[in-house]
């Protein structure tokens, strides 16, 4: 079983909301990821973490705040987005976070308007 | 840092005939590329993936080269089907030291009935 599950599928949420997309994995995967995807365009790569602990911050603005709670969820808590925020988030996982190039596997993603 | 390039943007091809998707990657470090398929409203999907210790690996239908002197790498689909309709993206990782991938702008591969 290679699946990693999304929710909510969909999100619209005004400026000055709070919400959060949730991820799961049981594969038993140690390595986390969040991209951003925009029309059009190749996923560009949020945070990872690997053995729960925050690895890579691609500089993304405070507003975006990821936890992971334990080694099979990964959430992104959302706060005071702007509509340029809109966009496909993608979580995704692998075996590990480390040399060698472990497949990436996506989940289907969350379709996030901000308005 | 790693660039990977991808060539063409859209590609149109008769149902039964063959496609084929090119790459080319800066940082000769990369040891790892995987290339995934992403149909319309869904995450990318990991179809097939090539190691830099490999020339060439097939999967039924899908094969995939690569020459690092060149710093190529190509994806190639025989007998395409309706199905084959997607966004192709070919990734190269950024150094040998993690996981981490780049991936290339994409290919909108369409399949003519």
């Known amino acids: 079983d290679t699946e990693v599950t999304q929710t909510p599928k969909h999100l619209v949420m005004g400026m000055t909301n709070k919400k959060s997309l949730k991820c799961e994995q049981h594969?038993?995967?140690?390595?986390m990821y969040w991209y951003k995807q925009k029309a059009k365009k190749p996923p560009e790569l949020m945070f990872v973490?690997?053995?729960?602990?925050?690895?890579i911050n691609e500089s993304v603005p405070s507003r975006f705040s990821p936890e992971c709670p334990n080694s099979s969820l990964l959430n992104l808590h959302l706060h005071a987005l702007q509509p340029e925020d809109s966009a496909l988030y993608l979580c995704?996982?692998?075996?590990?976070?480390?040399?060698?190039?472990?497949?990436?596997?996506f989940g289907p993603g969350t379709r996030l308007t901000v308005t | 840092g790693e660039n990977v390039e991808q060539h063409p943007s859209t590609l149109s091809v008769q149902e039964g005939d063959s496609a084929v998707i090119k790459c080319t990657y800066s940082?000769?470090?990369?040891?790892?590329f995987p290339w995934y398929k992403q149909e319309l409203g869904k995450g990318p999907q990991l179809i097939i993936d090539?190691?830099?210790?490999?020339g060439e690996k097939k999967d039924q239908r899908i094969a995939v080269t690569l020459n690092k002197t060149a710093k190529h790498f190509s994806l190639h689909i025989t007998e395409t089907q309706p199905e084959d309709s997607a966004v192709y993206f070919c990734?190269?990782?950024?150094?040998?030291?993690?996981?981490?991938?780049?991936f290339g702008s994409g290919t909108r591969l369409s399949i003519r009935p």
């Open positions: 594969m038993g995967h140690r390595a």
């Open positions: 090539i190691r830099s210790n490999v």
């Open positions: 990734a190269a990782d950024l150094d040998s030291s993690a996981s981490k991938i780049i």
């Open positions: 995704a996982s692998s075996q590990k976070w480390s040399s060698g190039g472990y497949e990436q596997y």
């Open positions: 940082d000769s470090a990369s040891n790892y």
């Open positions: 973490y690997s053995y729960e602990k925050l690895s």
